[in-house]
């Protein structure tokens, strides 16, 4: 029973292409975020969305863009990667945006561009 | 903005050995603290939070006191195991127009050797 679940896990592709990491959660919560980890641990948030609707946006590059078909969904799409987007990509989710409530994580999917 | 700062890594023990990862604050309001974990290869797991000033949270055998004096959430445990080697995240949260947005630190590896 996997709450959130991330495909793919690894994904290895050349600059320029344009990728697409899913995920799902089937703990029928209404917020979801991507977060992106770098080389060295650092985690930071990029996005999240609340019942379909984008909430949060931090200052990401437009090449990013997620997209929420709907609250069990948010997809990422990249365009024209660089080699600065290598990075491990974790999705997450939790009940409530507004309080402080756990927020679950994905696997994380491991982008490597070359 | 806020923001949260952890001991740099990694800190090495020996079975049994007593552990603390300090971990300070900035922020404007009265946020909520967490520790995150992340075992190796998987997503970030809460391992314990709490929501207000002198609130301690606990989870197998860690602890951590919210202490708004001196701005800390300082993570213990009295004996560590070779199973709790990982990456130990501090966060806060972050209100961001009602929402709720997760501050990371820069995380802490803990190796634990037999």
């Known amino acids: 029973d996997t709450a959130v679940s991330q495909t793919p896990k690894y994904l290895v592709t050349q600059m320029g292409n344009d990728k697409s990491i899913k995920c799902e959660q089937n703990l029928g919560h209404d917020t979801m975020y991507w977060y992106k980890q770098d080389s060295k641990k650092f985690l930071k948030i990029m996005f999240s969305?609340?019942?379909?609707?984008?909430?949060i946006n931090e200052t990401v590059p437009n090449r990013f863009s997620p997209k929420s078909p709907d609250k069990a969904h948010l997809n990422l799409h990249i365009n024209s990667l660089e080699l600065g987007d290598s990075a491990v990509y974790f999705c997450?989710?939790?009940?409530?945006?507004?309080?402080?409530?756990?927020?679950?994580f994905g696997p994380g999917t491991r982008l490597t561009v070359t | 903005g806020d923001s949260v700062t952890q001991m740099e890594g990694p800190v090495t023990l020996s079975e049994e050995a007593f552990l603390t990862i300090n971990c300070t604050y900035t922020?404007?309001?009265?946020?909520?603290l967490f520790w995150y974990v992340q075992y190796p290869g998987e997503g970030l797991q809460l391992l314990l939070k709490a929501t207000k000033a002198d609130d301690k949270g606990s989870n197998k055998g860690f602890e951590a006191t919210y202490r708004k004096e001196t701005t800390s959430f300082h993570l213990e445990k009295g004996s560590v195991q070779v199973s709790d080697s990982a990456v130990y995240f501090c966060?806060?949260?972050?209100?961001?127009?009602?929402?709720?947005?997760?501050?990371f630190g820069t995380g802490t590896r803990l190796l634990v050797s037999p």
């Open positions: 922020a404007t309001g009265y946020p909520s």
């Open positions: 966060a806060l949260s972050d209100s961001f127009g009602g929402f709720q947005k997760l501050v």
């Open positions: 997450a989710s939790s009940q409530d945006p507004r309080g402080s409530e756990e927020q679950y």
């Open positions: 969305y609340n019942n379909k609707e984008l909430i």
